[in-house]
T-cell receptor, first 113, second 113 residues
Framework: NAGVMQNPRHLVRRRGQEARLRCSPM?????VYWYRQLPEEGLKFMVY????????ESGMPKERFSAEFPKEGPSILRIQQVVRGDSAAYFC???????????FGQGTRLTVV | LAKTTQPISMDSYEGQEVNITCSHN???????ITWYQQFPSQGPRFIIQ???TKVTNEVASLFIPADRKSSTLSLPRVSLSDTAVYYC??????????????FGTGTQLKVEL
């Protein structure tokens, strides 16, 4: 059973471009969480999704950021018109139910140049 | 939202037992206490979870007093490979019954020879 898979591992974008980060949860997991981690800081919650539904997006910036978890395929975190401040590690986690142990992916390191 | 407070850093030597205490004065009745470990450039990894008293697994023990306002993660006989950031989390029941993980700043544990 493969773990949580995130791709790409590293992503470089120029200011103003779009970044698309993908997350495939563990098999059978229908709860997905996205987190952002700035250098030397802890993880900050962004959004919690279940299949086809956004449950809690209280940590998402109001503009440029969106997330989805379609019925088929991976969860996608989309950042439009990236700025240098978006440079961070973005982690995805999945869980079997909405509580308890969550399994994290290796993260996508976004660099905006 | 239950907030957690833990030491920013701790130092230890190989073979010693390390105890990291976390305060969570506003913990709710339904909240569980969970600890995660994070190595540089990796996603967090679940260590242990508990609700009250004591929980032990193959890597750690978790002690929770009766008032549940604090918890202590105990790592027996640490090695260099235990050098990492340790996060104490308190379960947050979000909308729809889900659990949004809320990370604090964590404790940087450094193990030396």
């Amino acid at each position: 059973n493969a773990g949580v898979m995130q791709n790409p591992r590293h992503l470089v974008r120029r200011r103003g471009q779009e970044a698309r980060l993908r997350c495939s949860p563990m098999k059978g997991h229908s709860h997905v969480y996205w987190y952002r981690q700035l250098p030397e800081e802890g993880l900050k919650f962004m959004v919690y999704l279940q299949k086809e539904n956004i449950i809690d997006e209280s940590g998402m910036p109001k503009e440029r950021f969106s997330a989805e978890f379609p019925k088929e395929g991976p969860s996608i975190l989309r950042i439009q018109q990236v700025v240098r401040g978006d440079s961070a590690a973005y982690f995805c986690a999945s869980s079997l139910r909405g509580a308890g142990e969550a399994f994290f992916g290796q993260g996508t390191r976004l660099t905006v140049v | 939202l239950a907030k957690t407070t833990q030491p920013i850093s701790m130092d230890s030597y190989e073979g010693q037992e390390v105890n990291i205490t976390c305060s969570h004065n506003n913990i709710a009745t339904n909240d569980y206490i969970t600890w995660y470990q994070q190595f540089p450039s990796q996603g967090p990894r679940f260590i242990i979870q508990g609700y009250k008293t004591k929980v032990t697994n193959e890597v750690a023990s978790l002690f929770i007093p009766a008032d549940r306002k604090s918890s202590t993660l105990s790592l027996p006989r640490v090695s260099l490979s235990d050098t990492a950031v340790y996060y104490c989390l308190v379960g947050d029941e979000g909308p729809g019954g889900g659990n949004k993980l809320t990370f604090g700043t964590g404790t940087q544990l450094k193990v030396e020879l």
